[in-house]
T-cell receptor, first 114, second 110 residues
Framework: DAGVIQSPRHEVTEMGQEVTLRCKPI?????LFWYRQTMMRGLELLIY????????DSGMPEDRFSAKMPNASFSTLKIQPSEPRDSAVYFC????????????FGPGTRLTVL | DQQVKQNSPSLSVQEGRISILNCDYT??????FLWYKKYPAEGPTFLIS?????DKNEDGRFTVFLNKSAKHLSLHIVPSQPGDSAVYFC?????????FGTGTSLTVIP
């Protein structure tokens, strides 16, 4: 398996623009996670899905952030409108089960909002 | 508030010596803990885990110790090698709660 695939790897955009990050989980994994990494807070869980259904989105910073998982092999994280404070590395991870299981991470998307 | 805390942002160790990375957590209900290793420009990769029914788990040069009464776990790397230089994240994964620490950057000096 190719592992978790994320695109783009780098994204530079201007404040106010819409940004869409994409993730393809490992085939057969039932849970998908979106994290944001910052220096101050480390890795923060934004949202996770189980069997394509959002289970916990309490980590989503505000209404500007939204995530979807239309099928088992694809998820998106959208920021609209983007702001400079959204600049971070965003990771997608997947696992076979949600709790008590190892998560496999993608390479991340480095987002810079000017 | 940080549910999982790594209070040492960085650590330097001589090659061949022991590296000890520490982690504290707040909730005694957490029952599954993991360590991840992260190289620059890559995603974290799983290193080793421990369940709360154990107090030690060993995998080659890596050993994780869990002290439930102190709500503390540590990762020991013996002997340390230059290739171990990376950022190490402590994490808990219990039910529907997923928390990571802020990471400790380990540098192993040849």
């Amino acid at each position: 398996d190719a592992g978790v695939i994320q695109s783009p790897r780098h994204e530079v955009t201007e404040m106010g623009q819409e940004v869409t990050l994409r993730c393809k989980p490992i085939s057969g994994h039932n849970s998908l996670f979106w994290y944001r990494q910052t220096m101050m807070r480390g890795l923060e869980l934004l949202i996770y899905f189980n069997n394509n259904v959002p289970i916990d989105d309490s980590g989503m910073p505000e209404d500007r952030f939204s995530a979807k998982m239309p099928n088992a092999s694809f998820s998106t994280l959208k920021i609209q409108p983007s702001e400079p404070r959204d600049s971070a590395v965003y990771f997608c991870a997947s696992s076979f089960e949600a709790g008590g299981d190892t998560q496999y991470f993608g390479p991340g998307t480095r987002l810079t909002v000017l | 508030d940080q549910q999982v805390k790594q209070n040492s942002p960085s650590l330097s160790v001589q090659e061949g010596r022991i590296s000890i990375l520490n982690c504290d957590y707040t909730n005694s209900m957490f029952d599954y803990f993991l360590w991840y290793k992260k190289y620059p420009a890559e995603g974290p990769t799983f290193l080793i885990s421990i369940s709360s029914i154990k107090d030690k788990n060993e995998d080659g040069r890596f050993t994780v110790f869990l002290n439930k009464s102190a709500k503390h776990l540590s990762l020991h790397i013996v002997p340390s090698q230059p290739g171990d230089s990376a950022v190490y994240f402590c994490a808990t994964n219990t039910g529907n709660q997923f928390y990571f620490g802020t990471g400790t950057s380990l540098t192993v000096i040849p």
